[in-house]
Protein backbone atom coordinates (compact mmCIF):
# COMPACT_ATOMS: atom_id res chain seq x y z
CA UNK A 1 0.00 0.00 0.00
CA UNK A 2 1.39 3.44 -1.09
CA UNK A 3 1.92 6.11 1.80
CA UNK A 4 -0.89 8.46 0.34
CA UNK A 5 -3.22 5.06 0.85
CA UNK A 6 -1.54 4.67 4.26
CA UNK A 7 -2.55 7.96 5.19
CA UNK A 8 -6.25 8.17 3.90
CA UNK A 9 -6.90 4.51 5.14
CA UNK A 10 -5.22 5.66 8.85
CA UNK A 11 -7.44 8.97 8.61
CA UNK A 12 -10.82 7.61 7.94
CA UNK A 13 -10.59 5.74 11.68
CA UNK A 14 -10.29 8.76 13.40
CA UNK A 15 -13.04 11.93 13.63
CA UNK A 16 -13.31 14.81 11.30
CA UNK A 17 -12.35 17.08 14.00
CA UNK A 18 -9.14 15.19 15.09
CA UNK A 19 -8.27 15.13 11.27
CA UNK A 20 -8.90 19.25 10.90
CA UNK A 21 -7.09 20.08 13.91
CA UNK A 22 -4.21 18.49 11.98
CA UNK A 23 -4.55 19.96 9.32
CA UNK A 24 -4.77 23.61 10.07
CA UNK A 25 -5.03 25.25 13.48
CA UNK A 26 -7.35 27.75 14.35
CA UNK A 27 -4.55 30.60 14.62
CA UNK A 28 -4.17 29.97 11.08
CA UNK A 29 -7.69 31.48 10.20
CA UNK A 30 -7.11 34.43 12.18
CA UNK A 31 -5.60 36.41 9.52
CA UNK A 32 -7.36 36.26 6.81
CA UNK A 33 -9.89 39.27 6.64
CA UNK A 34 -7.07 41.50 7.13
CA UNK A 35 -5.18 39.27 4.06
CA UNK A 36 -8.37 39.84 2.45
CA UNK A 37 -8.51 43.79 2.75
CA UNK A 38 -5.28 44.38 1.65
CA UNK A 39 -5.96 42.11 -1.69
CA UNK A 40 -9.00 44.96 -2.34
CA UNK A 41 -6.40 47.97 -1.25
CA UNK A 42 -3.94 46.53 -3.75
CA UNK A 43 -5.98 45.76 -6.72
CA UNK A 44 -7.89 49.38 -6.20
CA UNK A 45 -4.02 50.96 -6.11
CA UNK A 46 -3.08 49.30 -9.07
CA UNK A 47 -6.55 50.45 -10.92
CA UNK A 48 -7.59 46.90 -11.38
CA UNK A 49 -10.89 47.24 -10.08
CA UNK A 50 -12.33 50.45 -12.41
CA UNK A 51 -9.35 49.76 -14.95
CA UNK A 52 -10.06 46.01 -15.64
CA UNK A 53 -12.98 44.11 -16.69
CA UNK A 54 -14.47 40.80 -15.74
CA UNK A 55 -13.53 39.04 -18.72
CA UNK A 56 -10.13 40.08 -18.42
CA UNK A 57 -10.33 38.84 -14.70
CA UNK A 58 -12.04 35.83 -15.25
CA UNK A 59 -9.19 34.75 -17.92
CA UNK A 60 -6.73 35.82 -15.73
CA UNK A 61 -8.06 33.21 -13.09
CA UNK A 62 -8.63 30.25 -15.78
CA UNK A 63 -4.59 31.03 -16.25
CA UNK A 64 -4.28 30.83 -12.52
CA UNK A 65 -6.06 27.42 -12.20
CA UNK A 66 -4.52 25.95 -15.78
CA UNK A 67 -0.46 27.04 -13.29
CA UNK A 68 -2.44 24.87 -10.59
CA UNK A 69 -3.41 21.68 -12.56
CA UNK A 70 0.20 21.99 -14.06
CA UNK A 71 1.86 21.98 -10.50
CA UNK A 72 -0.58 19.04 -9.23
CA UNK A 73 -0.05 17.08 -12.03
CA UNK A 74 3.98 17.45 -11.42
CA UNK A 75 3.83 17.19 -7.58
CA UNK A 76 4.98 20.39 -7.13
CA UNK A 77 3.95 23.28 -4.18
CA UNK A 78 0.75 24.19 -5.09
CA UNK A 79 0.47 27.30 -2.32
CA UNK A 80 1.44 30.29 -4.83
CA UNK A 81 -1.16 28.56 -6.84
CA UNK A 82 -3.87 28.79 -4.54
CA UNK A 83 -2.71 31.90 -3.27
CA UNK A 84 -3.05 33.49 -7.20
CA UNK A 85 -6.75 32.08 -7.43
CA UNK A 86 -8.19 33.76 -4.43
CA UNK A 87 -5.81 37.17 -5.45
CA UNK A 88 -7.79 37.06 -8.93
CA UNK A 89 -11.47 35.83 -6.80
CA UNK A 90 -10.99 38.97 -4.54
CA UNK A 91 -10.96 41.12 -7.59
CA UNK A 92 -13.80 39.77 -9.16
CA UNK A 93 -15.72 40.39 -5.83
CA UNK A 94 -14.50 44.22 -5.11
CA UNK A 95 -15.53 44.33 -9.27
CA UNK A 96 -19.20 43.28 -8.68
CA UNK A 97 -19.14 45.47 -5.09
CA UNK A 98 -19.90 41.35 -3.13
CA UNK A 99 -17.80 40.69 0.05
CA UNK A 100 -15.72 37.56 -0.55
CA UNK A 101 -16.96 36.27 2.94
CA UNK A 102 -20.69 36.54 1.47
CA UNK A 103 -19.90 34.01 -1.60
CA UNK A 104 -18.21 31.71 0.81
CA UNK A 105 -21.24 31.89 3.23
CA UNK A 106 -23.48 31.11 0.42
CA UNK A 107 -21.66 28.18 -1.09
CA UNK A 108 -20.94 26.88 2.66
CA UNK A 109 -24.82 26.90 3.43
CA UNK A 110 -24.75 25.12 -0.20
CA UNK A 111 -22.73 22.39 1.03
CA UNK A 112 -23.17 21.99 4.97
CA UNK A 113 -26.05 20.26 4.98
CA UNK A 114 -25.36 17.60 1.68
CA UNK A 115 -24.27 13.96 2.57
CA UNK A 116 -22.92 11.72 0.30
CA UNK A 117 -19.46 9.44 -0.60
CA UNK A 118 -16.77 9.47 -2.64
CA UNK A 119 -16.83 6.70 -5.30
CA UNK A 120 -14.15 6.01 -7.83
CA UNK A 121 -13.30 9.89 -7.56
CA UNK A 122 -16.47 11.66 -8.04
CA UNK A 123 -18.35 12.54 -4.88
CA UNK A 124 -21.93 10.97 -5.01
CA UNK A 125 -24.76 12.90 -3.59
CA UNK A 126 -27.02 11.28 -1.32
CA UNK A 127 -29.72 12.56 -3.68
CA UNK A 128 -28.83 10.65 -6.38
CA UNK A 129 -30.47 7.61 -7.83
CA UNK A 130 -26.62 5.20 -7.19
CA UNK A 131 -26.37 6.45 -3.43
CA UNK A 132 -27.83 3.59 -1.20
CA UNK A 133 -26.64 0.89 -3.96
CA UNK A 134 -22.90 2.47 -3.44
CA UNK A 135 -23.27 2.69 -0.01
CA UNK A 136 -24.43 -0.81 0.64
CA UNK A 137 -21.92 -2.01 -1.72
CA UNK A 138 -18.78 -0.54 0.62
CA UNK A 139 -20.01 -2.74 3.45
Excluded at 37 to 55: A, F, Q
Excluded at 105 to 129: H, L, P
Amino acid sequence: MSAVVEKHVARADRPAKTIRTELVDIEDYMPIGRRLRDMVTWHHDRNLIEGSDDKTQFAKLIQEVGELSDNLCKGKDIRDDVGDIVVVLVNLCARNRISFLSCLDQAWNDIKDRQGIMYEGVFIKSTDTRYAELVAARK
